[in-house]
Each structure stands twice: as C-alpha cells, then as structure tokens.
C-alpha cells in the first residue's frame, strides 16, 4: 500500500499546469462507443479513473492505442454490448456512461450497477426516467441493470424532477442516434456537459443548448470518428488554488478556463485571498490571514460540490465561525480526519459549523473519497509537522501527478510504499 507523507508548512510558490477534466473524459471515453470509427482524444489526464475506463472499453473488444501520456487512440467498431466486466464497472461512478452508449448504439444495454466514492446516497432514478421516455424498458436484476428498446429508441420531451449530471449525459448518449428529436429540461449545466455535446457534434450529432437547462438533441443515423482535446479540469485548478491560499503562497495555475473557476474564485476572494484572471490562467496570492465565510454547494454555475472538502480545510484556517451547506451530496465522512489534526466541526444535517483558528497539527489521515483526500493533502502542507495519509488510491482517481505537481512548485511532500499490515488505515 502506498501512502503521502508531507512535512507542512512551507508556502507554495511557482506554476502549476492543469490536466484535461477528469468528469469530461470519462463520458467522453465510453461515447466512442456510439461512434463508427477512430477517435484521438487529446488532453486526457494520466488518473486511475481513465485506466479502468480504457481497460472497460479494451475488455469490451474496443482497439485501445495509447500515442502518448495524455492521447489515445479509440476503434469500437468491434465492441461486445452487455460485455463491461463487472469487477472494474463497480470500480468507478462513471461506468453508469455505458447504459446510454449501449442503448445509443444496440437499442439495449446490459450493465452492473457502478461503484466509485462512497460519499452518501447517489440514485440514478433520474436516468432510468429518461431512458423509458426514450422507449427503453429497464430493470433491475443481480446486480446489473439491463435496458432494452424492443422498437427502437424514440426522440421524446424529458425533464428531469431535479438537476443531475450524469442523468443528463447518459440522455445525451441514448438520444443521440434515436428517431426524432429529443427535449432535455432542467439539464445540467457543468461544462463538461458541453464537453460532451461539443465532442459528439465534432463526430457528426445535432446537439443544441448544452450549457442552459434545456437542450435539443436531433437524432441521426451515424457518428464519424474525429480527434478531440479535453477540457482543462476546473476541479483540480480549484484544489491548487486552494493549496496556494491554505499555505500562505502564490501560484500561477495555468491551462484553466477562468469563467469556469467563477464561483471558487469569488469565495477566495470573500476570504481576502487575491486572484488575478487572465485569458488561461489564474495567479492565486495569500499573504493575509483568512476571513471565515458560508459557503452553499449548489449545480453549476453555484459553487461545486466537488469542491467543499477542500474549502473546508480553508475555514479551519480562517478565523471565526464558518457555515458549509451541501445541497448537492451529504459528503462529510472527511469530518472526522480534520478533527484528527484537531479541527473544531459539528454536523447539522447537511451542514458544518466549523469554528476556525483553533490550533491544528500534522497527523495520520486517511482519502475517505477523491476529493477528501485532496482536502487532507491542503491540510498537511498548511500545517506545520507531518501529516500521513493512506488510501491515496483515491485521490489518484481523479489527479494527474499530484505528488509531482506539488513537489515542483516547493512542497515538502512524497509518496512511499507501506507494508499493508501496518497501514493504519487499515488498523481495526
């Protein structure tokens, strides 16, 4: 078992490039199913979650060419429908891509119900209502879900009871090829949406609106292949950005869209950080001490969800009584590592009262998810001592190099192999 060791402390100074969106390849990845073909996607980030995606796909009889690090090369024209492996579907959220690419392509889908963090309740109700809209009959059965649209996908009106994500892609896939014209209100908004939707109409869909809550699809009869560059990834340029503000340095983030960093840029700023914006980059400075601030997870373009642990670690810097309201996920299992190193946290529901200032120190922490174990990475480098964390299996699902990216820029911080007996993660 590996674990990251960091000696904290030490202000973070230098530049720092952002990889492709980690949420915009996945979809990405299994939407080259629906295409007849060869895809290059460009700008793909070197994690775990992309691995397990490519072996999915590999395993399913896709041709897979890595031409290097961060481009690859797709054929699916072989590909086996219903064949995913169950034992890496339920590895990762985003193997729930394959019910609406399957269903696009063979008119039915066969698929095992997707894992990934463990963060609380995360239905996918929402989907199902909008695959039976397309003329889909979909069931539950040991744990696989299988969908099936005896007469042929049908465009049709689909709005969803509340916004999500994921629901709204795997629309997206299924209508794609589907008769008519499809309808998609109260759609997500996430840019990796119209990542999505601007990859897909690259190989030859009629999709509008992506980016507004309703979006129009055309179905037509094929895809072409096309070569394609991912998104840079607003999540992981919000972690850096909150590493440069929790250690008192300054970075210069660069390949990042600064619109989409709006709303964690204007909470830095409510938090005395200074963010400078340029067409591709941002520099992130804090030589002050923080102010305490309420934060409300709310969908795209509201501050992210994915981005509350790490804001947290910044409240428990600042001084007073801060207020972090998730509206999204019920995700605070991290809670109890930040009072560890001896944070001062109540939860209410779905939200933590956190009273900073009080005084914290390194100590043995674990990656409860993805992105909680980014927050115990920002909270080791504030504090001085050292702080070991284990499970960082976790966060490599979602960083490119973030050891090394750290490293480059003066953090105090390396990776090193444990035996798992004495890994205290695992300790009962």
């Given at each position: 078992m590996e674990k990251i060791v960091i000696n904290g402390g030490i202000p973070l100074r230098g530049t720092i490039d952002i990889s492709g969106m980690k949420n915009g390849a996945l979809p990405i990845l299994f939407a080259s199913l629906l295409v007849d073909g060869r895809c290059v996607i460009e700008n793909v980030p070197a994690i775990s979650d992309v691995y397990i995606s490519l072996d999915i796909l590999q395993r399913m009889g896709a041709s897979v060419r890595m031409l290097d690090k961060?481009?690859?090369?797709?054929?699916?024209q072989n590909i086996r429908g219903g064949s995913a492996p169950i034992d890496l579907v339920r590895k990762l959220r985003a193997s729930y891509y394959l019910l609406g690419s399957e269903l696009g392509r063979f008119g039915r889908a066969y698929v095992g119900y997707p894992g990934g963090c463990d963060f609380g309740v995360r239905p996918i109700d929402q989907h199902i209502k909008g695959f039976e809209a397309l003329g889909a009959e979909v069931t539950l059965e040991g744990g696989y879900i299988k969908a099936e649209a005896v007469d042929g996908l049908m465009g049709a009106h689909v709005f969803f009871d509340e916004v999500t994500v994921g629901g709204t892609m795997n629309i997206m896939l299924a209508a794609v090829k589907a008769k008519g014209c499809t309808v998609i209100e109260n759609a997500a908004r996430e840019p990796h949406i119209v990542d999505l939707a601007n990859f897909l109409n690259t190989c030859g869909a009629v999709i509008r609106g992506a980016g507004t809550d309703t979006i129009r699809i055309r179905g037509v009869e094929t895809l072409h292949g096309c070569t394609y560059a991912i998104i840079p990834d607003m999540i992981e340029a919000g972690?850096?950005?909150?590493?440069?503000?929790?250690?008192?340095?300054?970075?210069?983030?660069?390949?990042?869209?600064?619109?989409?960093?709006?709303?964690i840029t204007a909470k830095l700023e409510e938090m005395g950080v200074d963010v400078v914006e340029d067409d591709d980059y941002v520099i992130v400075s804090a030589s002050k001490k923080l102010r305490k601030i309420n934060v409300k997870t709310l969908p795209y373009p509201g501050f992210p969800t994915d981005m509350q642990p790490q804001v947290a670690v910044l409240m428990c810097l600042a001084g007073g009584v801060s207020f972090l309201n998730d509206s999204i996920f019920d995700r605070f299992k991290y809670v109890e590592q930040l009072q560890r190193m001896g944070a001062s946290i109540k939860i209410d529901g779905k939200t933590a009262i956190i009273e900073g200032g009080t005084p914290l120190s390194g100590a043995q922490v674990s990656a409860v998810d993805l992105r909680a174990g980014a927050a115990m990475v920002i909270a080791g480098l504030a504090i001085d001592g050292k702080t070991e964390i284990d499970n960082i299996y976790r966060i490599e699902r979602g960083y490119d190099d973030l050891v090394g990216k750290l490293r480059a820029v003066g953090a105090d911080i390396k990776k090193i192999n444990v035996p798992d007996a004495v890994s205290f993660g695992m300790m009962a």
């Open positions: 961060n481009t690859v090369e797709l054929d699916t972690t850096y950005m909150m590493a440069a503000a929790a250690t008192g340095g300054t970075l210069r983030i660069n390949n990042v869209i600064p619109k989409h960093l709006e709303s």
